[in-house]
């Protein structure tokens, strides 16, 4: 199985590039977010919970997440491998996903992490607000959501960096050009799909 971590700040790309990879890949993808905005939009007990933190740029605390990912992932018996959208963002969460995948005899292969600027991100992301509907999209919580990163997401890297299995790439290029470099380290592991 071939089990990939895009990691990168808000508005770092890891939607679109995972909608890219998928594809040629044929792989399943599991973003947390977009998992918490279903549940938000269907009003679930876990939605109207999680609301209150994503409205605010916060992280929704690590048990939720955690528990909706594993039962992504038991969904999918029959994967190629999987693509981990804005998940893990803590330790413990990296930690908590280890084990998960221990348990069904596979691993972590490879964290590609989508560096660009602070200022870009800010502009992407406010750009994005003016069609997304989404609700943490406005200027002032796009900043916390970017310190909220950078406090407790950014040190993930380096838990995958000791395992060897961090690489960087410069995110702030054209999104086909981004998509190119992140090929060039996942065909080392497999191939594009038939
Ligand atoms: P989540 O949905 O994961 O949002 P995020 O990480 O803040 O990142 P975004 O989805 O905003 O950005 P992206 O990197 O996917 O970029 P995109 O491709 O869209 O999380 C939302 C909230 O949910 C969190 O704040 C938290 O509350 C909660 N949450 C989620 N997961 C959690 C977890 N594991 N633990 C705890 N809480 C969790 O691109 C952005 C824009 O830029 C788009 O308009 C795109 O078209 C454009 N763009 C992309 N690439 C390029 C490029 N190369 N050039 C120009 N424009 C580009
Ligand atoms: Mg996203």
Redesign the pocket.
């Known amino acids: 199985m071939f089990n990939l971590v895009l990691f990168?700040?808000?508005?770092?790309?890891?939607?679109?590039?995972?909608a890219n990879i998928l594809q040629t890949y044929n792989l399943i993808h599991i973003?947390?977010?977009?998992l918490?905005?279903d549940e938000v939009a269907r009003q679930t007990p876990l939605g109207i919970e999680?609301r209150k933190?994503?409205d605010q740029?916060?992280?929704?605390?690590?048990e939720?997440?955690i528990g909706m990912i594993s039962s992504k992932i038991d969904e999918n018996p029959e994967a190629r491998g999987f693509i981990f959208?804005?998940?893990?963002?803590?330790r413990a969460?990296a930690e908590a996903l280890d084990k998960l995948l221990e348990f069904k005899n596979t691993s972590i292969t490879l964290v590609l992490s989508?560096e660009v600027t602070e200022e870009e991100l800010i502009k992407?992301?406010v750009?994005?607000g003016q069609t997304?509907g989404?609700s943490?999209?406005t200027e002032e919580v796009i900043v916390k959501?970017i310190k909220?990163?950078r406090s407790k997401t950014e040190p993930v890297a380096g838990y995958y960096k000791n395992h060897g299995k961090l690489e960087g790439i410069a995110?702030?290029?054209?999104?086909e050009?981004?998509f190119k470099m992140l090929c060039k380290h996942i065909n080392k592991y497999i191939l594009p799909a038939e």
């Open positions: 990168g700040p808000p508005g770092s790309g890891k939607g679109t590039q995972s973003s947390t977010g977009d918490l905005r999680a933190f994503m740029g916060l992280l929704v605390p690590d939720v997440v959208d804005g998940f893990p963002r803590t969460q989508l992407r992301l750009g994005r997304s989404r943490d999209d959501r909220e990163y995110g702030n290029h054209a999104i050009e981004t």
